[in-house]
């Protein structure tokens, strides 16, 4: 290889300076930008790959599904998976994430129905498009969360088909938080046996767990599968994240498409070897202890941000759990500014580890003045 041209060169200085400046007003996505692998950096230089079934032995060996699997475990242990009986990897985000969940709610139910609110992230209608599965998008109430009375009656209308749900715990505007058991008292309202629920704990998979008065929403609530993003709470430069599943329902499905070498359980077949060292690093240093703290100071400060607005006359709120601050979309400019996400007339900042009052209020302050600004004209 040659060295790069200074043309070349120059523009990879350029990209590098746009980055840093643009991650200074990064405040619209759930995505921390508090965190440091600096120290894990030499193993960029190896062909690292998990190929196939993290638990399964591979030739593959420059591979890091020790760690994986420890990784998994923390997880298990986490969302009160039965330390015996669980199955996962670690995938490239939640999307994958939900994709595997639904994939295996398909194969286990052919025949069933998934049933998702209007407010689920955008990536869910596309997989079910991909996986050809039959669904039904439910209404959802002011908080985010599905409307169990429009749930109840469409299962009702459908009650010879199992219903597949997927359950949001954090939606991605609002961080509405579906509450897993009134779900499952309409499933046996309804008399319904055989059911799946997969929840979409993106983000909050890695906030409630920490907290003392979550609502149950995992495993121990009766969940069947759920996935979790690493690159928001805990934070990395690669998107990654955690699916999680009943060990007896993957090897129904795992069997049939055992081939020699490995087993091809996983969405894609080469899989990130970097990110499960990553997560582990940051397992290590945080601990439960250090992500609890981080978990508490940035609900703090969400709650300081919805008091801030407010005291500048803006309609702001927050759910009980959220870190996820809604308000009144502002003019155009303060959108692109923050890079804040929209969704028709309501905009929203999501205060992760990088937050801090400073930063909160001038965000505020921008907001307010350019929505003055707009009513003035
Ligand atoms: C971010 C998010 C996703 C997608 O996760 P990725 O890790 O970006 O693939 C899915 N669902 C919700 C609720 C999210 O917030």
Redesign the pocket.
């Known amino acids: 290889m040659s060295a790069l041209s200074q043309d070349k060169q120059d523009r990879l200085d350029a990209l590098y300076r746009e980055v840093e400046r643009e991650s200074q007003t990064f405040v619209g996505y759930?995505c921390t930008c508090v965190f440091d692998y600096s120290e894990l950096y030499r193993f960029l230089k190896f062909p690292i790959n998990n190929v196939g079934d993290p638990f399964a032995p591979s030739t593959y060996r420059v591979n890091t599904k020790d760690l994986e699997r420890e990784v998994l475990a923390w997880f298990a242990t986490l969302t009160h998976a039965d330390p015996e009986a669980f199955w996962g990897y670690i995938t490239?985000?939640?999307?994958?994430g939900?994709l595997y969940g639904l994939y295996l709610a398909r194969e286990l139910m052919p025949e069933g129905m998934v049933y998702y609110s209007e407010d689920?992230?955008y990536?869910v209608s596309k997989n079910l498009r991909m996986l050809k599965m039959p669904n039904i998008m439910i209404r959802s109430l002011p908080t985010g969360e599905i409307d169990y009375d429009d749930l109840r009656e469409t299962i009702r209308i459908h009650r010879d088909i199992p219903p597949i749900i997927m359950a949001?715990i954090?939606?991605?505007m609002k961080e509405g938080i579906d509450d897993i058991a009134a779900i499952r008292k309409i499933l046996r309202e309804l008399a319904i046996h055989r059911s799946y629920i997969h929840c979409?704990a993106?983000?909050d998979g890695m906030i409630l767990p920490f907290l003392d008065d979550a609502p149950a929403w995992d495993f121990a609530a009766g969940v069947d599968s759920l996935?979790i993003?690493g690159?928001?709470f805990i934070g990395s430069p690669i998107?990654c994240?955690i699916a999680l599943a009943k060990k007896s329902n993957v090897d129904r499905i795992a069997r049939s498409i055992e081939y020699v070498g490995t087993l091809d359980t996983t969405v894609t077949g080469s899989r990130n070897g970097i990110t499960p060292i990553f997560l582990w690093y940051a397992i290590q240093r945080y601990g439960v202890e250090g992500f609890a703290a981080a978990a508490r100071r940035c609900l703090a400060l969400a709650q300081y941000a919805v008091d801030r607005f407010r005291s500048l006359g803006i309609e702001a709120w927050k759910n009980p759990h959220a870190v996820t601050v809604v308000f009144p979309r502002p003019p155009e400019e303060v959108l692109r500014h923050w890079q804040i996400a929209v969704k028709d007339d309501i905009a929203h900042i999501i205060c992760m580890s990088h937050f801090d009052r400073a930063l909160i209020d001038r965000i505020t302050d921008d907001v307010a003045h350019a929505l003055q600004q707009e009513a003035q004209l």
């Open positions: 759930p490239n985000g939640g999307s994958e939900n689920t992230h990536s949001n954090g939606t991605t979409d993106a983000l996935a993003s690159h928001k998107p994240g």
